[in-house]
T-cell receptor
Framework: QQPVQSPQAVILREGEDAVINCSSS?????VHWYRQKHGEAPVFLMI?????EQKGHEKISASFNEKKQQSSLYLTASQLSYSGTYFC????????????FGPGTSLSVIP | EAQVTQNPRYLITVTGKKLTVTCSQN?????MSWYRQDPGLGLRQIYY???????DKGDVPEGYKVSRKEKRNFPLILESPSPNQTSLYFC????????????????FGPGTRLTVL
């Protein structure tokens, strides 16, 4: 079942912070985060495998709340290069090798 | 350079004319997958393959076929394309459980933009 992402779109000024949420109605084995810049292929950011786990990538980090079946991606002190569409992908505990992607969150960072 | 390649990158065709989009990876990945991307719908999986001669349907397989005769190649076949298959297609690959992955980071190809008239 496709995860839900919120917000659908967000506009930030450089230096501002943002949070993107991803939630599922199913028990999750893992959550994956990808970023896709305009006209390019999605690129892997990070994966979270355990409930409560937090990972970091530059100034981008994420958390995974297994009980709530949701994950959040945190972008701090945003840079122009962070603009793009962010996808979460979820793998359910009953089919952990199959990742289903959410509809994406469009993030625009302006000067 | 480790990469996933797709050809063609752009294709305009007409309804009913069979076409094949090729996908190749040089990372010795056993897992390969095809996605289509449409505005507001994200990436939807069409077919995937866990290894040579092993393929399975994803979420939107209708109207598509795949084959996996070699580990590196995973072509997508549209036997009779229709306008609702106009989309941006991505091929992706990753390690498989048999290759000892603990997480399956997927590497995506550059995409193929298909228009069916």
């Amino acid at each position: 079942q496709q995860p839900v992402q919120s917000p659908q779109a967000v506009i930030l000024r450089e230096g501002e912070d943002a949070v993107i949420n991803c939630s599922s109605s199913k028990a999750l084995y893992s959550v994956h985060w990808y970023r896709q810049k305009h006209g390019e292929a999605p690129v892997f950011l990070m994966i979270l495998l355990k409930g409560g786990e937090q990972k970091g990538h530059e100034k981008i980090s994420a958390s995974f709340n297994e009980k709530k079946q949701q994950s959040s991606l945190y972008l701090t002190a945003s840079q122009l290069s962070y603009s793009g569409t962010y996808f979460c992908g979820t793998a359910e505990k009953t089919s952990y090798d199959k990742v289903i992607f959410g509809p994406g969150t469009s993030l625009s960072v302006i000067p | 350079e480790a990469q996933v390649t797709q050809n063609p990158r752009y294709l305009i065709t007409v309804t009913g004319k069979k076409l094949t989009v090729t996908c190749s990876q040089n990372m010795n990945h056993e897992y390969m997958s095809w996605y289509r991307q449409d505005p507001g719908l994200g990436l939807r999986q069409i077919y995937y393959s866990m290894n040579v001669e092993v393929t399975d349907k994803g979420d939107v397989p209708e109207g598509y076929k795949v084959s996996r005769k070699e580990k590196r190649n995973f072509p997508l076949i549209l036997e009779s394309p229709s306008p609702n298959q106009t989309s941006l297609y991505f091929c992706a690959s990753s390690l498989s459980p048999q290759q000892g992955w603990t997480y399956n980071e997927q590497f995506f190809g550059p995409g193929t933009r298909l228009t069916v008239l």
